[in-house]
């Protein structure tokens, strides 16, 4: 069944669906199994039929990256939205005009300032915003310290404030270093306890904490026990990527998402063989240069996606991938791999060169090619 | 006149349109003194404002990197177009129909192969196109080299199978590996010897070719004669950005994009401020690395464009940007950057931050932004 992927113009971002829904029932197993919900994050696809599948397996609800995200879910009837970055007050207005729409949105804030702020702006519209307070469970990036005496406060700013406190979430960012089980086991288990241990702190000051949500890939692939969590974030696990290969979290059988190249030219004298998908269609995401296997700017397989062993994107202009053999022979490459002819690249890291396409192309079982269109911009 | 920049959602991707059209005016008036036309490369701007303002500046028509940008510019009345990437076969349909729609599109090949594809398509459909071929001047990318005996064979190919060869045309894509005057004129010299070599090669075996294109920005900046060169192409001096200023050829009051994003948290252990500027705004572009100073994923500046030196995004998630203040001092940085506090970021690479967004907000002298469009995708 070649034929509708013969036809597609090059580069595309291809979406193999069986792939993609064994790595939704995966998760969606793991999370069920661990006796926790499942919040997928959905700045990894950004593409409603993506999204679709994950609540049709059993998501409660999405996490986003973007109110963009947020109003798209929103208008497709999927309602409890978590914005997991902490909000700009510039922001609060688009996510009131969602709320007072019906759309049970959360927002986030980890600090003192940004506490009153929503706080403010909430007692000025009389509208109850729900809240979430980041907790930093590994020094990778925002949220309070479990143990930073501003936690109570920032609750406190919130309660009194009339805000209704969802819970604390947290994000275990620098699982992306690491890759081995021992090692990630570790991290799960700080992530999810440093989480539980702020909601602790909250309640034993005397407020309402409901809900404890953690998440990364890596890490809730892991974790071996999610007491006292409710709720586990993840996002790239739905295509996986050579990232994730690295860290040890999938197969190369479960990476869902490629790129089809055409050929367009060669440099025999080098080994190159020169393709259309360049640094526009890949990204200029390097995300394994520093993990086990740099795979350049992604790893080459055939149109029908066999791995070429040690064939990789080395180099990338904006319209122009340079793909090198490794170690294997390189001679006759016009002969070879003709112009004309097709490969697939697997990219380090799905959610950067998704980003590079307004499309998908969803690609059946059966060999039947759909179109997804996917969000661009803020 | 902050009133508008003030409204704008961040992240934005803004355009200092007075800096814009200055840089325009200073490639198109070197290109007049040398006595060539000047063929912009708009894979840089993508949008047609932009396009027009270079037209109206008196260029000669525009290069284009994908068939999506010549097909814009064809519909805005933008007639001679050639697209810079060698053609690959599945692509020439969508080429023979610009062209039959009345575009003077030409297209480039650098093979026998890619020749032999273009000649038999032609002869199927009847059609005259025209052709470039590509020249490698600095072993950086594609291209034959001006003394292989493949250029004239390919020459030939294409005037015996009927077709228009207009000529030669090289890139000097290793410019941007430098970064003092006198090898940038040394570079900009070997391009124009070997691809003014490269059309005499194929005039003394007693064909035509009457054009000789080169390009980049930096050898288009640093070229002292052009002599037997016929016309230019350059991109990224339209904007120019951090990366040509390592180069030496922009100075940082020539730096028209900008990101405009907003200050969403901070990590004062760490000296970090948190901004909503992360990699899907900037792009993972990390061009600077390597470069005499490595700007991480952009300098910093003040809401209304002054570099606050030393001040470099040095971490970037998705929709997250770390920024750090380098040696100054760090104290209070939530007093000093408070959250809602706005920045702007200068980008490592114009051609690739650009590409992450749908829109520039572009600011005229007089504070009035303009929303434009730009193109995404294939």
């Given at each position: 069944m070649s034929t509708p992927i013969a036809s597609l113009d090059t580069p595309a971002a291809l979406v193999d669906v069986p792939r993609m829904q064994r790595n939704i029932q995966r998760m969606q197993q793991r999370m069920n199994s661990l006796g926790v919900r499942l919040r997928p994050h959905v700045k990894t696809s950004k593409c409603l039929p993506v999204i679709q599948a994950q609540i049709a397996a059993g998501a409660s609800g999405v996490t986003v990256s973007t109110l963009k995200e947020a109003e798209h879910c929103f208008n497709q009837g999927i309602s409890d939205v978590l914005y997991a970055v902490a909000i700009a007050p510039g922001k609060l207005s688009q996510a009131l005009a969602l709320r007072r729409a019906g759309c049970h949105l959360s927002v986030l804030t980890d600090s003192v300032q940004g506490a009153q702020a929503i706080v403010a702006f909430a007692k000025e519209h009389g509208e109850r915003l729900r809240i979430w307070i980041e907790v930093d469970?590994?020094?990778?990036?925002?949220g309070l310290a479990a143990e930073d005496p501003a936690l109570i406060d920032v609750a406190r700013i919130l309660i009194e404030g009339?805000?209704?406190?969802?819970g604390v979430m947290t994000h275990a960012g620098s699982s992306y270093e690491l890759d081995n089980p021992e090692a990630l086991q570790a991290l799960a288990e700080q992530e999810r306890a440093l989480c539980v241990r702020a909601a602790q702190r909250i309640r034993d000051a005397g407020m309402a904490c409901p809900d404890v949500s953690i998440g990364s890939t890596p890490t809730a692939l892991s974790a071996l026990n999610l007491d006292g969590v409710t709720e586990v974030r993840a996002g790239v696990y739905v295509f996986f990527d050579l990232v994730m290969h690295n860290i040890g979290v999938c197969q190369a059988d479960e990476l869902a998402l490629s790129v089809l190249t055409t050929v367009i030219g060669h440099q025999q004298d080098k080994g190159w063989i020169i393709t259309d998908a360049g640094w526009m269609a890949m990204s200029r995401d390097r995300g394994t240069q520093r993990q086990r296997h740099d795979f350049g700017y992604g790893q080459v397989c055939t149109e029908t996606g066999e791995w070429i062993e040690g064939a990789l994107v080395t180099g990338a202009n904006q319209e122009h991938g340079i793909v090198t053999l490794g170690g294997a022979d390189s001679a006759d490459l016009a002969t070879r791999f003709p112009i004309g002819s097709r490969l697939r690249i697997l990219p380090n890291h799905a959610c950067a060169t998704g980003a590079q396409f307004p499309d998908y192309h969803a690609l059946d079982a059966d060999g039947a090619v759909h179109t997804w269109s996917r969000l661009h911009g803020w």
């Open positions: 469970c590994d020094g990778h990036r925002s009339g805000l209704q406190l969802r």
